[in-house]
């Protein structure tokens, strides 16, 4: 089942940013973000279908930072298939498709980048972290990511979100990790960073 609660916006450009909050989040919350960092863009923004103790999540986690890989990769699949659905729905070119993500939102933007990396053409992940660890490396040529960290996030080791970017470049994408003197939480200067790299 593919479908998703979700608000879309129409913008002026012919880019669309997949939209995905962190857990506990709703379809509303990035929206302000991602019409200031993409102010022409369709935004296509899903509702997480996973609830845990009331929190929506885009999939179900074990532990802190332990991922259900089953429950992962078929949310992987659902969310590929949202956004093909939702280009023919809402007309929009599914090729020039950008996700950005904060937390588990980010997670699974990764988990589409190496698994159905067909989808994104780009991605801005917001402290992100490896969602798994795939059996070959995706062509990811011609995709850029920026992948934005806080040096104090204590959910995400410095080392998870190094391997990420390395598989990244292996696959051929061009990658922008940048660490930040915050921890879990967005630092304003960051935003303008990744503003600048857009």
Sequence with gaps: MSDFIHHFEAG??????LTLHGTGGTERDLVPLTRS?????????????????????????LAEGVFDLEDLHRQTDDLA????????????????????????????AA???LQRS??????????????????????LGGKRIFLASGRYDSMVPT????????????????VELRF?????????EELEAIKKWL
């Excluded at 002026?12 to 940013?17: A, S």
Aim: a neutral charge; proline letters at 6%.
């Design 118 to 139: 067909e989808v994104l053409s780009g991605a801005v992940l917001l402290r992100a972290m490896t969602p798994f660890e795939p059996e070959s490396i995706p062509a």
């Design 81 to 108: 298939d949202f956004v093909a659905t939702s280009a023919t729905k809402y007309g929009f070119d599914a090729t020039q498709v950008w996700a950005l993500g904060y937390s588990n939102g980010a997670n699974i």
């Design 37 to 61: 960092l993409f102010p022409d863009a369709n935004i296509l923004s899903p509702r997480g279908k996973v609830s845990e103790r009331g929190a929506n999540r885009f999939f179900r986690r």
């Design 12 to 17: 002026t450009g012919p880019l669309t940013v």
């Design 180 to 188: 930040q003197n915050a921890g879990h939480d967005l630092a304003r």
């Design 111 to 113: 988990s589409l980048l």
């Design 159 to 174: 080392a998870n979100i190094e391997n990420l970017a390395r598989l990244f470049r292996e696959g051929g994408a061009e």
